[in-house]
């Protein structure tokens, strides 16, 4: 059998188990200083080939005695003599995948580099387009087995991330490179179709790219028309320019920049949003008859509501309908008395009540009542295939978040509902909705355990995908989110994570989980993400793709006119300003 054609071996597989994973001794002349958490490698075996993820680095003796008399470092022969023999490196592998082929030949051709269906460049394209040479594709299975006693570990070459992650020009899927593996200059692309069709998250500490991420999986999804997109921008970074975390100010692009003809802004603080010189920004309002029980319970930590006081709102609800806070507003203490006494409520819970909710009375986009109706607006846009950023500005206090974010969406998932059923029942492509795709920054907000069960959002990640809406959840602490949501979030994109409890929740529901802790745990704060899930065939930790001119004239719209430059340093300007610089 011949396998030059596969790199130089780098070590043997000694022991393992499939739960367990593969123990494999590093050859003599390969050091264990190359090999890294993280680290993609490919395991031949007799009959199959495994692609594995490389979760531990250990170092080896044959004789105890070499550790109570260690050799001087500067005995450089001694050292030399022992290596590979008396000391040496493992490294634990996880399969992830494995890949059968069914006729001896096509096993031969795989053990020479090639396959069945090895990939060749397109014509003028060099390696960066692959296409398969016949119509005829590999199929990768999980791991149900493990290779034999002594199967060589090479490298994952560029081919094999490519059979594995398929290639971004792939006019049978919308593939969307999302970065490269640690060390390796090939693209990693997750499937965009299948991510859209579950609730994803985007997690990671203060400090490690999450926005990054999330906007570079949001441009993708803008790119590929794989869904609409519907992103409760709180911190104004999605949409229009954005500031960059280092010591030089700079910015980055947002989404209207990339994609003018696809995406709509609408903000609910227009002077904020005119200071930032975003351009054909559309003003938001919303009306005390929009509010419901319902929101006011998701902030009713933010407002210091009690039981007792959600309990008398259902009331005020009962009998005055979508009046309730205004009715409530304009009531007396004497008008508050007559009410309890008719309708058996607690004067003293309503008294609160009404007091805590004239903080409403305060935010600049609420209004006795709205000259349109602003989510029928936003409606009709997504079903034009548009993509919607609605920027906060200086409303970005939790209680304005947690408020518009649930109002909003309720009423867009209801929506969502009755089309998903009227497709349902006509089986008409012309009334299949749009995948919805609804981003929410500090989500454990949304999806506290306690509270989760009776909001729109916890509704939305147990339905998954049978109404056409899907959450993307951007948050910092997931330990903070419930354990049913997190086991349903399908594609999870992780940064670095410190805490325990954080790292535990990424894994929720996830098999073989315990074996990727210290994979998560070892990565670089910048730049590096954990990535498994429904949109990957495996696990992969990606250096990710820069988010900067390359990636703009890559992925951006080229009919965009760009500002001037006086208009980016006064917009800059103000930016700093705004932001403190």
């Known amino acids: ?43 031949q075996g007799m009959r199959s080939r495994f692609f594995c993820m490389l979760t531990d680095v250990i170092l080896g003796i044959s004789n105890q005695r070499i550790v109570a008399n260690p050799p001087d470092w500067e005995d450089t022969l001694l050292r030399e003599i022992l290596a590979g023999s008396g000391t040496f490196g493992t490294v634990t ?39 398969p040479q016949t119509s005829t594709t590999m199929e990768l299975l999980p791991v149900k087995t493990i290779p034999t006693h002594f199967s060589q570990v090479y490298e994952a070459s560029a081919e094999d991330f490519r059979r594995v992650f398929g290639w971004e020009d792939d006019i049978h899927r919308k593939n969307f490179s999302i970065g490269k593996p640690l060390d390796m200059d090939v693209p990693v692309c997750i499937d965009l ?24 999986l949001l441009a993708g999804i803008v790119r590929k028309n794989a869904g609409v997109n519907l992103i ?58 929009q509010i419901e029980v319902e929101d006011i319970r998701l902030c009713s930590r933010d407002l210091g509501l009690s039981e007792a006081s959600l309990d008398n709102a259902n009331i005020l609800f009962a009998e005055f309908g979508k009046g309730w806070i205004l009715q409530l ?27 805590k909710l004239m903080r409403l009375e305060n935010l600049k986009y609420m209004r006795s009542s709205c000259p349109q109706n602003y989510v029928n607006q936003m409606l009709k846009a997504l079903e034009a295939g548009k993509n919607i950023v609605i920027e906060f500005g200086s409303q970005s206090d939790m209680l304005s978040y947690m408020l518009v974010t649930n109002m909003i969406t309720r009423r867009i998932h209801h ?30 907000r949304f999806l506290d355990p306690a509270i989760v069960a009776s909001t729109i959002f916890g509704t939305i990640a147990r339905e998954m995908r049978k109404y056409f809406v899907t959450l993307l959840v951007v948050d910092q602490r997931p330990s903070g989110i419930d354990n049913e949501v997190m086991s349903q979030i399908g594609t999870r994109v992780t940064a670095l994570l410190n805490d ?28 590096q993400a954990l990535i498994l899930g429904h949109a990957v065939p495996m696990p992969v930790v990606v250096r990710t ?37």
């Open 193 to 216: 179709d299948r991510f859209v069709e579950r609730s994803n998250g985007v997690f990671g500490k203060s400090g490690t790219g999450k926005s990054f991420l999330t906007r570079l």
């Open 545 to 581: 793709r820069p988010y900067d001119e390359q990636f703009y004239r890559e992925v951006g719209d080229p009919i965009w006119e760009e500002q001037s430059d006086a208009e980016v340093f006064a917009a800059a300007e103000l930016a700093k300003a705004d932001l403190g610089f």
């Open 500 to 527: 325990e409890k954080d790292i535990e929740a990424i894994f929720t529901g996830v098999s073989g989980g315990t074996a990727l802790r210290s994979v998560l745990a070892k990565l670089d704060s910048k730049q």
């Open 415 to 444: 929506h969502y509902v009755a089309k998903a059923e009227k497709f349902l029942q006509s089986g008409n492509v012309l009334d299949k909705p749009n995948q919805l795709v609804i981003t929410i920054e500090e989500a454990h």
């Open 93 to 131: 592998l996880a399969p992830m995948l494995m890949f059968t082929p069914e006729t001896k030949e096509s096993f031969l051709e795989m053990s020479n580099g090639k396959s069945a269906n090895s990939f060749i460049p397109s014509a003028g394209k060099g390696l960066a387009s692959f296409q």
């Open 329 to 355: 507003i304009n009531m007396t203490n004497e008008d508050i008395k007559m009410f309890c006494e008719e309708k058996r409520g607690h004067q003293g819970s309503i008294t609160a009540l009404q007091r």
């Open 1 to 43: 059998m011949n396998l030059t054609q596969l790199g130089q071996p780098l070590g043997s597989v000694i022991q393992g188990s499939l739960t367990g994973g593969l123990e494999v001794r590093l050859h003599p002349d390969i050091s264990v200083e190359d090999m890294r958490v993280g680290k993609f490698l490919v395991v």
């Open 232 to 289: 409760f921008d709180m911190h104004s970074e999605y949409g229009w320019q954005a500031v960059c975390e280092g010591k030089q100010y700079s910015t980055v692009k947002g989404l209207k920049q990339l994609f003018p003809d696809k995406v709509e802004v609408y903000t609910l603080d227009p002077a904020s949003t005119q200071r930032r010189g975003v351009k054909n920004a559309m003003d938001l309002y919303l009306s005390y008859d």
